[in-house]
């Protein structure tokens, strides 16, 4: 299995706060995502990152942001949590862009309140 | 962007049966197409994938079949057993990003 960690795992929040969540990799992975998951909606991509420092918006970016200042650690931010986002996140990693696997981490769970 | 569509939602299916997914998608330049499978609680799987040099895929049960012309790719799983009970996804490709299905579950009745 690829390594990826997320961390955390589960989270439970209020409305209004702020919420980090962390994708760290061990296989020097140039590109990795962050999806949000919900039923009936599959897995929708929020933002990814094709190196350091590099990210770009996926189709549901909208109160979240993210960054990468090394290439092992992807981080994703929701400045003030709302309702809507509860959700399962995944990150995922791959080698290539278009035409290689992605990887997925083991989720996390957040909910907000 | 790419659109992929996934259908059955559900497919119920007796154990030994086969089980056929089919995706399709919009853009004709896609040329990778993976399959994930995705058991409750759990992580998405790759299970197999096929790239446009191919029409065919096979691997033991699992297969995938590719129609480059039609824009579909389609996973069929033969003498299916109750741990193929799961959510499938498909996905394909848009430059950077990949674009997935709204998921099939499967379940195999013993």
């Known amino acids: 299995d690829a390594g990826i960690t997320q961390s955390p795992r589960h989270k439970v929040t209020e409305t209004g706060t702020p919420v980090t969540l962390r994708c760290h990799q061990t296989?020097?992975?140039?590109?990795m995502y962050w999806y949000r998951q919900d039923p009936g909606h599959g897995l929708r991509l929020i933002h990814y990152s094709y190196g350091v420092k590099d990210t770009d918006k996926g189709e549901v970016s909208d109160g979240y942001s993210v960054s990468r200042s090394k290439t092992e650690d992807f981080l994703l931010t929701l400045e003030s949590a709302t309702s809507s986002q509860t959700s399962v996140y995944f990150c995922?990693?791959?080698?290539?862009?278009?035409?290689?696997?992605?990887?997925f981490g083991d989720g996390t769970r957040l909910s907000i309140l | 962007g790419e659109n992929v569509e996934q259908h059955p939602s559900t497919l119920s299916v007796q154990e030994g049966d086969s089980a056929v997914i089919k995706c399709t998608y919009s853009?004709?330049?896609?040329?990778?197409f993976p399959w994930y499978k995705q058991e409750l609680g759990k992580r998405p799987q790759l299970i197999i994938d096929i790239r446009s040099n191919v029409g065919e895929k096979k691997d033991q049960r699992i297969a995938v079949t590719l129609n480059k012309t039609a824009k579909h790719f389609s996973l069929h799983i033969t003498e299916t057993q109750p741990e193929d009970s799961a959510v499938y996804f498909c996905?394909?490709?848009?430059?950077?990003?990949?674009?997935f299905g709204s998921g099939t579950k499967l379940n195999v009745k013993p």
């Open positions: 296989e020097n992975h140039r590109y």
């Open positions: 995922a990693i791959s080698e290539g862009a278009f035409n290689q696997p992605q990887h």
């Open positions: 996905a394909a490709p848009d430059f950077n990003k990949f674009y």
């Open positions: 853009d004709s330049a896609s040329n990778y």
